[in-house]
């Protein structure tokens, strides 16, 4: 089993990743949007949890390929 984890390049453990975290954003947005805004006083753009999902994520993805 070592000898066929060798020979896999290191980087595609990096583009797994970052597949992984673009398809949780892509998840994210695909929910609906009295999901997103369940029980919430009201629907303004602050509050609304796919945008800072994206964001954070983002966030992420650079700091995952920046090291």
């Known amino acids: ?6 020979g896999i390049p290191l980087y595609w453990g990096k583009i797994i990743a970052v597949v992984g975290y673009i398809g949780m954003v892509i998840w994210a947005w695909f929910r609906p949007r009295g999901f997103i805004f369940h029980e919430a006083p009201d629907s303004r753009k602050w509050r609304d949890l796919r ?6 994520l983002g966030i992420q993805i650079i700091i995952y390929l920046s090291f």
Request: glycine share 0%.
């Open 51 to 56: 945008i800072w999902a994206s964001v954070l």
């Open 1 to 6: 089993m070592n000898e066929w984890l060798a």
